[in-house]
Nanobody, 124 residues
Framework: QVQLVESGGGLVQAGGSVRLSCAAS????????IGWFRQAPGKERTFVAY????????RYADSVKGRFTISRDNAKNTVYLQMNSQKPEDTAVYYC?????????????????WGQGTQVTVSS
């Protein structure tokens, strides 16, 4: 199977930057895309960004375009989410998720494996 572990969350001032990491292990050859999602207390889990296994295809939620960048280091089996110009509304638990489905996109239901989540808090 696939295991995912997020790291890098914490407290940051508005306008600051945070980089999250998602380390994948297990049968990583079966992964088609890795996505980032976020969820605030009492809110639904929403899409942030995804990247293909090759790294050549990426997609971002409108709310983070121009501020966040997703990338991967295949040698380390790690995906990163660089979050710049942080806003208080970015506060949430961030999850990385992997899908083995070819035609997957922005729905959490399309992803098969999930990390434990990492808290990001942005103060005003």
């Amino acid at each position: 199977q696939v295991q995912l572990v997020e790291s890098g969350g914490g407290l940051v001032q508005a306008g600051g930057s945070v980089r999250l990491s998602c380390a994948a292990s297990g049968r990583t050859g079966s992964i088609y895309r890795i996505g980032w999602f976020r969820q605030a207390p009492g809110k639904e889990r929403t899409f942030v960004a995804y990247i293909s296994a090759s790294g050549k295809s990426t997609r971002y939620a409108d709310s983070v375009k121009g501020r966040f960048t997703i990338s991967r280091d295949n040698a380390k089996n790690t995906v990163y989410l660089q979050m710049n110009s942080q806003k208080p509304e970015d506060t949430a638990v961030y999850y990385c998720a992997a899908t083995t489905t070819l035609y997957s996109g922005t729905s959490p239901n399309e992803y098969d494996y999930w990390g434990q989540g990492t808290q990001v808090t942005v103060s005003s």
